[in-house]
């Protein structure tokens, strides 16, 4: 085992068919209504110059609206000094399927706005473009294990520098075109603002604990309900779920997250 | 900060492994030819492309992987003798306490972009799948054919922002190792050409028509080249050199275009001096992010006018590699560790008469130099800035 790194949880943020937002997810992921598969508005930035409000691609969108969310208690003034660290598996389909076609039509047309949004810091370049944020900004992807990737890299970046950090996890659907590649299924966000453990100037959900384990995941942590967890199953951003509804019910739960082959990672949740 | 770095290896376009790139940078032979990439035909360009990727043979236990960049970042890991290095970490430490960072910025996607454009009409027979994605294609792809290349099982996670992809790497595994969630880390980048990226900065009109002149007066764009190269953070190593500073900031100004004031690129060079506790005036060399973009090159100027002044040796390697990306900031941090251990500053290859707006001291020609500690930038789309500091350990 690593060593064992905690933060405090002190910003949620979600965003997903039926879980529009962490108020609407609450009370689904605590079972107190049924989740619908409403399908997601077309998601905008309003913080955004309107440049860039219009071209933003659709993973930026998703990620953004969860981010907004976890920051929000925070004072506008703030969020500009709030290092983020993004995760995803598989970026913005949209994006690439559009580039694509481009490529197979016609290469020469290529459209710059589309070139630049294929970066897959897309969604953090907005992020601090819309924030106008200089903070550090990190995003990484480990396939299937993007979201235990972002948390690691966002609790030791807490751990390292003793100040808060913003963990985006977003995937989207992958258009028809690239259905051959059966990656991602519905979209899903999601945000985690983490501070120090001993901070005392945000109040917290609860205190996240951390290690990095050889071998394979056991427990997935808590139940949660079968029809979220089965429309999310492919979704690597989605292995958020069981903290988020521990987050949700203010319980404490004890969670294996898949990772990369021959590791894990082990979280452990205290409201 | 002082992390040692116990093996590096260089595979670009002027030079595969180490010592052929030192030779190139001596005597100015550089990677970059025409565009004959056969995939994108008719751009008028120069590339930084490298020999004998078409031919390369993938092992057949490796064969999923088989795509142009996974081939790069084997033929890297195979020069310089870096897989024993790394052999010797895992027999110390055990592979599952040896982790791996990988940037890059398109990992495979030109693998799926041969496969739908060679047979763009037949959809149906397209051979794309979970597994082509997986194992080609995705961002991860290349960190996971480098940790089954070298046996390793530890923590592992795929750095993609851009152009810093591979400089924000050592940044990432100096934390991980610091933090003890492992005891040593392989840092690497790869990226191929790629259709989408060549047509993508030709839309921007960003490509040169020459090769690329950074910090020339009349530059007029970048020259993309591919590359791979890794290497191995180990605090227990007994090396000659080290990485001693990150800095790591964001542009949020615009996607596609650095701040003009290049606050942001300050930002991350003055955090990089200060994660290495050194002042200005003991930094004796910068290898700049110098794409030859005219937009780039006056921006990182300022952020050098900003943070270290007028008189630090400081210079653009752009011209013997091109420009590699996602792998340009391990590449540029590699020639780094070549001129602390070689004793030579590299010129900046193609420029002949400095931008009379540039005010940074632009070593035109190699000269010999034995500096304690170098610099290097990397800058990204989307605002994203990452400064290294290396030095030679005493």
């Not at chain 1, 990190?138 to 390292?160: D, I, N, P, Q, R």
């Not at chain 1, 029809?227 to 989605?238: D, K, L, S």
């Not at chain 2, 030819?33 to 035909?41: G, I, L």
């Not at chain 2, 993309?224 to 949020?252: Q, R, Y």
Request: charged fraction near 15%; proline fraction near 6%.
């Amino acid at each position: 085992m690593s060593a064992s790194f905690a933060a405090s949880v002190v910003g949620v943020g979600i965003c997903a068919p039926g879980m529009i937002d962490w108020v609407v997810a609450r009370d689904v992921l605590c079972g107190r209504c049924e989740w619908r598969p409403d399908p997601l508005p077309k998601l905008d930035v309003p913080l955004l110059p309107s440049t860039e409000r219009r071209r933003v691609n659709p993973a930026a969108r998703l990620a953004i609206a969860a981010a907004a969310q976890a920051v929000a208690p925070w004072p506008v003034d703030r969020r500009a000094s709030i290092a983020s660290v993004f995760a995803s598996g598989n970026g913005d389909g949209d994006v690439l399927a559009g580039t694509l076609q481009t490529l197979v039509d016609d290469a020469t047309a290529m459209s710059p706005t589309l070139f630049h949004n294929s970066v897959f810091n897309a969604p953090a370049g907005y992020w601090t473009i819309a924030n106008r944020s200089r903070a550090r900004s990190t995003t990484v992807s480990a396939g299937a294990g993007s979201f235990a990737a972002g948390v690691l890299e966002a609790t030791v970046e807490v751990a390292m520098t003793r100040e808060p950090v913003l963990m985006v996890a977003a995937d989207m659907p992958f258009p028809a075109s690239l259905a051959a590649f059966d990656v991602t299924g519905a979209a899903f966000a999601a945000a985690l603002l983490l501070s120090p453990p001993d901070d005392s100037t945000a109040s917290s959900f609860g205190r996240l604990e951390i290690a990095v384990h050889e071998g394979s995941p056991g427990s997935t942590g808590d139940d949660v309900d079968p029809a979220v967890a089965t429309a999310f199953r492919r979704n690597p951003a989605a292995r958020a779920l069981p903290l988020l509804a521990a987050i949700a019910r203010g319980v404490p739960s004890r969670m294996d997250l898949p990772y990369v082959d021959g590791c894990y990672l082990g979280m452990t949740f205290t409201p | 900060m002082n992390v040692p770095i116990a093996a590096w290896t260089l595979l670009a376009a002027c030079g595969s492994g180490s010592r052929d790139v030192r030779d190139a940078l001596r005597t100015g032979r550089s990677g970059l030819r025409p565009n004959d990439f056969e995939p994108a035909p008719g751009l008028s360009t120069y590339l930084g492309r490298v020999e004998g990727v078409e031919d390369f043979v993938v092992p057949s236990s490796l064969s999923h992987f088989d795509c142009r960049n996974n081939r790069l970042a084997m033929m890297g890991l195979a020069l310089d003798g870096f897989e024993a290095c790394v052999a010797r970490a895992v027999r110390r430490h055990g592979a599952h306490r040896v982790g791996v960072f990988v940037g890059t910025s398109t990992s495979g996607i030109l693998a799926t972009e041969l496969a739908l454009c060679a047979a763009p009409s037949r959809n149906g027979d397209v051979p794309l799948s979970p597994d082509f994605y997986r194992y080609r294609h995705s961002m991860h792809s290349v960190t996971e054919l480098v940790r089954g290349v070298l046996g390793l099982r530890g923590p592992a996670m795929t750095v993609s922002t851009a152009c810093s992809s591979s400089a924000k790497v050592f940044a990432v595994a100096a934390r991980a190792i610091s933090a003890g969630v492992c005891d040593a880390a392989v840092v690497g980048g790869a990226d191929s050409v790629a259709m989408s990226t060549l047509h993508g900065f030709n839309a921007l009109s960003l490509l040169s028509r020459a090769p690329c002149r950074p910090f020339d007066a009349d530059r007029d764009g970048i020259s993309i080249g591919e590359a791979a190269a890794f290497a191995l953070l180990d605090p227990s190593a007994d090396s000659d050199v080290a990485l001693e500073g990150c800095g790591e900031s964001s542009d949020g100004y615009h996607m596609s275009t650095p701040d003009p004031e290049g606050a942001g690129a300050a930002a991350a060079m003055r955090e990089a001096l200060a994660s290495a506790h050194l002042c200005a005036d003991e930094i004796g060399y910068v290898n700049l992010h110098g794409t030859a973009s005219r937009a780039n090159d006056a921006a990182e100027d300022l952020a050098v006018q900003a943070v270290l002044g007028d008189r630090v040796p400081a210079g653009s390697t752009k011209g013997f590699t091109g420009h590699a990306l996602g792998a340009a900031g391990i590449v540029e941090a590699a020639i780094c560790l070549i001129a602390l251990t070689d004793g030579f500053l590299p010129g900046t290859l193609n420029c002949r008469t400095v931008d009379a707006q540039i005010r940074s001291r632009i070593l035109l020609d190699p000269v010999a130099a034995t500096p304690a500690h170098v610099m290097t930038n990397s800058f990204g789309f989307g605002g994203s800035n990452c400064t290294l500091v290396l030095g030679r350990r005493t």
